[in-house]
């Protein structure tokens, strides 16, 4: 079992940025797809971005379209989310998760998902 711990989290302005980073436990990290998921209050969790194993394909969720990057260190068992342009429909509690199933794509799809880390929370102010 791979164990996650996001970091990275804070008070940010509208129009600034963020770096969140998520570190996995196992040498097996850089055979999982990865995802980063949020979820604001009183919400359900919702999909933001992910990334194949190799780092050749990336996904995101159009509410945060070229204004998110998503990105991996494989030999720092490390997945990033860069966050530029915020707005404070973004403010919630992001969380990554590891996907061990070899689907040739990143899943989109919060239930594929069968590792997650504790989450790290984004407020960002108007």
């Known amino acids: 079992q791979v164990q996650l711990v996001e970091s990275g989290g804070g008070l940010v302005q509208a129009g600034g940025s963020l770096r969140l980073a998520c570190v996995g436990s196992?040498?097996?990290?850089?055979?999982?797809?990865m995802g980063w998921f949020r979820q604001a209050p009183g919400k359900e969790r919702e999909f933001v971005a992910a990334?194949?194993?190799?780092?050749?394909?990336?996904y995101y969720a159009d509410a945060v379209k070229e204004r998110f990057t998503i990105s991996r260190d494989n030999n720092k068992r490390t997945v990033y989310l860069q966050m530029n342009s915020v707005k404070p429909g973004d403010t919630a509690d992001y969380y990554c998760?590891?996907?061990?199933?070899?689907?040739?794509?990143?899943?989109?799809?919060?239930?594929?998902?069968?590792?997650w880390g504790q989450g790290t929370q984004v407020t960002v102010s108007s």
């Open positions: 998760a590891a996907d061990p199933t070899y689907r040739g794509v990143a899943s989109t799809l919060l239930d594929d998902y069968a590792y």
């Open positions: 196992l040498g097996t990290f850089s055979t999982y797809a």
């Open positions: 990334i194949t194993w190799g780092g050749g394909g990336t």
